[in-house]
């Protein structure tokens, strides 16, 4: 990233906190956005915004767009997005739509754990005694929030449903990310990010090519009533958000930084309530908090 004076003390701390409210209310415009475009559409659209700004600031910041790396490197890469990028971020949109985003900001917990669980199984990485705890915390968590009285008005189907998909999209995440980790500690974030979303690109299009019923999915974009949450969304969910997450590493302690990021989570719960007048009771506020407390406890133990 370009070097410049930090404006004030603590600046690195403001920008991780920002990058969690940014990312929240991008979740809360997906939500909307998803009541008439579809979940595909809607991947492919802002995958494909993110990837044509991401061109720029890669040279901006000074990273180039193609690095002369061996090609296993790229296909590597362009895998994780499909994996990651292509069938994970299309799962979490149409579980978003499932569950509301107050529930799925409880869900998304496991996105945790399940990187946790990869790096012990595929990296050998070693997971310590609160960890685990910690990865029991976020399941208690989320059977605390769908409980009977938890669940809300949501339907049984739905509740099944979306948090079926939730958790295979946290899954495919962390796949993603955990195949390319000795890879991601020796290169420029937003080159593997701009690589990723290609591969992610690719993927959905070729679904989009098979899929008997694409005429109708790329029609529901053209809600005109949708366009705003579809595009704010988009910028602030696939662009803005990496970038501010980007600084805020760079600026303080990666530590600080996770620990300021995983309160996204909150802030979406509480802007579901705010914003979309979504349920709130004992038991999704016990959820939450337990679900937060197991992230730091799995992050940071």
Not at 70 to 94: A, C, Q, R
Request: hydrophobic share 55%; charged share 10%.
């Amino acid at each position: 990233m370009p070097e410049f004076d930090v404006p004030f003390s603590n600046f690195g701390e403001t920008l991780a906190l920002v990058t969690a409210v940014t990312w929240a209310f991008a979740v809360i415009l997906f939500k909307k956005s998803g009541e008439s475009v579809h979940p595909l559409t809607l991947n492919l659209f802002k995958n494909l915004l993110a990837f044509i700004l991401f061109i720029p600031t890669v040279y901006i910041f000074g990273n180039e767009l193609f690095r002369p790396v061996p090609s296993n490197e790229y296909w590597l890469l362009i895998i994780s997005g499909i994996i990651g990028i292509g069938i994970g971020d299309t799962l979490f949109l149409k579980s978003l739509n499932l569950l509301g985003a107050g529930l799925q900001s409880i869900v998304s917990c496991m996105y945790s754990p399940s990187i946790i669980t990869l790096s012990f199984v595929w990296l050998g990485e070693s997971m310590s005694a609160l960890q685990i705890i910690g990865a029991v915390m976020i399941i208690s968590a989320v059977l605390t929030a769908v409980s009977r009285k938890g669940k809300g008005n949501i339907s049984r189907k739905n509740l099944i449903w979306g948090i079926s998909l939730g958790i295979i999209s946290h899954a495919a995440s962390a796949v993603g990310i955990v195949m390319i980790k000795t890879l991601l500690e020796r290169s420029p974030l937003l080159w593997v990010t701009e690589i990723r979303l290609f591969g992610g690109i690719v993927a959905l299009l070729i679904v989009f090519f098979l899929h008997p019923d694409r005429r109708n999915i790329l029609k529901s974009i053209h809600s005109r009533r949708s366009w705003g949450y579809t595009i704010s969304g988009s910028f602030m969910g696939a662009y803005l958000a990496m970038v501010l997450w980007l600084a805020g590493m760079k600026y303080t302690q990666a530590s600080i930084a996770a620990a300021l990021n995983q309160t996204s989570n909150v802030f979406v719960f509480i802007f579901a309530w705010l914003l979309l007048r979504e349920t709130i009771n004992a038991q999704r506020v016990i959820g939450i908090i337990l679900a937060i407390s197991g992230v730091l406890l799995v992050t940071f133990a």
